[in-house]
């Protein structure tokens, strides 16, 4: 009978119920979108990092973040060669440049300079043209989401980066750059060329162990053998990237606030419907209590009010969310919004709703069962 | 519930309301008993002390001074948790304005004062509708408040009342929204429970008409019993 008068209440009156509806709504869309671009730019900021295939990044003294690294001395990558453990290393390119489209204008891109042998810092899904036609003269690879933004149409297209000839070999899916740049994969040799880099110098080291060597063992050797660079593992290095990008500039805790007011605004909307739905329904609970119902009776009614509303507003604004995460797909954002923040954003809901239901069960806390007396 | 026992038991019941700074005595020590198998009308002019007295009875006031027993327990002092209790598991109540769910049916609302008492299921299902089978309402399951006339709503207010079978019933002007002959329908309801199941009906009343049903009619005046028998009318 408890879920049964709740969700009567909730029902008796369409317009309060839409109004909840939409305060839960808009609540679990917005948390849901500020949240997925958190999600979206938190893994963005470093994907390049997890994505390859390198165990070890080693940079210049002090580098902060992926995306900004003073360049290394050709000097320490033979020092690096030289450390037992290390399997496989290669030098690596990344360089903020500028993208002159074919039919005029200019985009700023990031240069990723890597060795198409190697495997070490290669773009991990490649649709169309192929990986190893990078290792021609003046070949890059662009992602498809990025194609109107650098103004060209697909494999064969032409363009100029830093007054150099560039052509699109091959194309990459789902490869986004944190910042406004997009990626722009090429060799080691092409990548030197566009970076205006001396020679042999390079962005990072990208280091793989030997076999039976740990990445934490090398990294230690490597630490300890060459001076003045910073080492680190590949999930080091994209936990101190994101941290730099998501917090020390502001940028996550900005979406992270914006969540926040989402789960406020919405839980005040809440709060105030279901207070309304409950005072419209205060002589009912005056009767309950009349007839001798324990408060918990009544509280366990306002809980389920809140939790009816919490799970039939959830299924609507996840839905919209989703909707909302595949047109941001389509339109090259980066909100992602993975199966444990559905589930977790879920819960969250119902704690919203229930604690907005905590105010009207404060109401009937205090109602006076002899208002049935008083015709109230 | 054997006839003579007594059920309700007030003993130098007072209440005093308090209007700001103002004192307003509502009741003046009241001594009052009631057994199995009574109809007892409270009868007096409005403001007399009747309801506040059918509140105090039914547990749901407290007095300022005095005390009650129910079927022989002394309820003074009781905290609301406890007198919750003793409500649900001594007493019926019968509400002028009906106090009905408008959102649940005619079954639903008498199945609420089951659920109350933990019977739930089918059982809760076959009682209520024997409920409103017994008040003649054995057409109107489905039916909301909002669809039945005021009669009709009264009987589902006291097949709710009754469906939990209390020991006694209290009833606040259960006649005033209902015309003569629905009116002495329902109180004749309420006698044939009275007579054939041994409870204690006490009602509120201004209505002369139904004092014929009444074993006692007793009456009030400025919170003080000044009679008690049929012909304090």
């Not at chain 2, 106090?99 to 076959?126: H, I, Q, S």
């Not at chain 2, 002495?184 to 049903?213: C, F, M, N, Q």
């Amino acid at each position: 009978m408890i879920i049964r008068i709740a969700l009567r209440n909730l029902l008796h009156d369409r317009v309060r119920l839409a109004v909840t509806l939409t305060g839960v709504v808009f609540a679990v869309v917005l948390i849901a979108v500020q949240g997925g671009l958190f999600v979206g730019f938190t893994r963005a900021t470093s994907c390049v990092i997890e994505n390859t295939e390198a165990e070890i990044w080693v940079a210049s003294r002090g580098v902060r973040n992926f995306d900004v690294t003073h360049p290394l001395p050709d000097h320490k990558f033979h020092q690096i060669l030289g450390v037992p453990g290390v399997g496989r290393a290669e030098r690596f390119i990344v360089r903020f440049a500028n993208w002159k489209k074919p039919a005029g204008g200019q985009e700023s891109v990031e240069i990723i300079g890597f060795d198409p042998g190697s495997g070490l810092g290669r773009p991990w899904i490649v649709t169309a043209g192929s990986e190893a036609a990078l290792l021609l003269p003046d070949a890059v690879a662009v992602d498809e989401i990025y194609l109107a933004k650098l103004g060209v149409k697909g494999l064969g297209d032409r363009a100029e980066i830093n007054d150099r000839r560039a052509r699109v070999v091959a194309l990459t899916r789902g490869i986004r750059s944190f910042t406004t740049s997009p990626y722009i994969f090429t060799s080691y040799e092409n990548g030197l060329k566009y970076a205006s880099l001396g020679r042999s110098q390079s962005a990072y080291v990208l280091v793989r162990p030997a076999p039976g060597v740990t990445a934490q063992a090398l990294r230690d050797a490597i630490a300890a053998g060459v001076p003045d660079v910073d080492v680190f593992t590949r999930e080091e290095f994209a936990r101190k990237t994101q941290h730099y990008w998501m917090f020390t500039t502001g940028a996550g805790m900005a979406l992270l606030i914006a969540a926040s007011l989402g789960l406020v605004v919405g839980g005040v909307v809440v709060a105030q419907t279901l207070y309304a739905t409950t005072v419209d329904h205060l002589p009912e609970f005056g009767t309950l209590r009349a007839m001798g119902a324990p408060g918990g009776y009544i509280h366990r009614i306002i809980v389920a009010q809140a939790v009816a509303a919490a799970l039939v507003g959830y299924g609507f604004g996840i839905a919209v969310s989703y909707f909302l995460v595949g047109l941001a797909e389509r339109g090259g954002a980066s909100i992602v919004l993975p199966p444990g923040m559905a589930v977790g954003l879920f819960f969250l809901t119902v704690v919203m709703c229930v604690t907005a239901g905590l105010v009207s069960i404060r109401k009937v806390t205090s109602i006076d069962p002899a208002m049935v007396f008083r015709g109230a | 519930m054997a006839a003579g026992t007594i059920l309700l038991a007030a003993r130098g019941v007072a209440k005093t309301f308090r209007l700001g700074k103002v004192e307003v005595p509502a009741l003046r020590g009241v001594d009052l008993t009631v057994e199995a198998g009574e109809v007892a009308l409270l009868m007096g002019p409005s403001g007399s002390g009747k309801t506040t007295l059918l509140s105090i009875l039914g547990c749901i006031l407290s007095p300022s001074a005095g005390s009650v027993a129910v079927a022989g327990r002394d309820t003074a002092g009781l905290p609301e948790a406890e007198l919750a209790k003793v409500r649900l598991a001594h007493f019926g109540f019968i509400f002028q304005g009906y106090n009905l769910f408008p959102t649940l049916t005619a079954e639903e609302n008498v199945r609420v004062a089951l659920d109350l008492r933990g019977v739930k299921g089918a059982d809760a299902v076959e009682r209520s509708r024997e409920a409103l089978c017994a008040v003649g309402l054995d057409d109107k399951f489905r039916m909301r408040p909002r669809d039945l006339s005021g009669g009709q709503k009264q009987r589902v207010a006291i097949a709710r009342a009754l469906v939990a079978e209390p020991d006694i019933l209290l009833a606040d002007e259960p006649t005033a929204a209902l015309d003569s002959e629905t009116g002495k329908a329902v109180i004749a309801i309420l006698r044939e429970l009275a007579v054939t199941h041994g409870r204690s009906v006490v009602i509120v009343t201004h209505d002369p008409r139904i004092a014929a049903y009444a074993d006692r009619v007793i009456r009030i005046e400025d919170g003080r019993i000044v009679g008690q028998g049929q012909e304090v009318l």
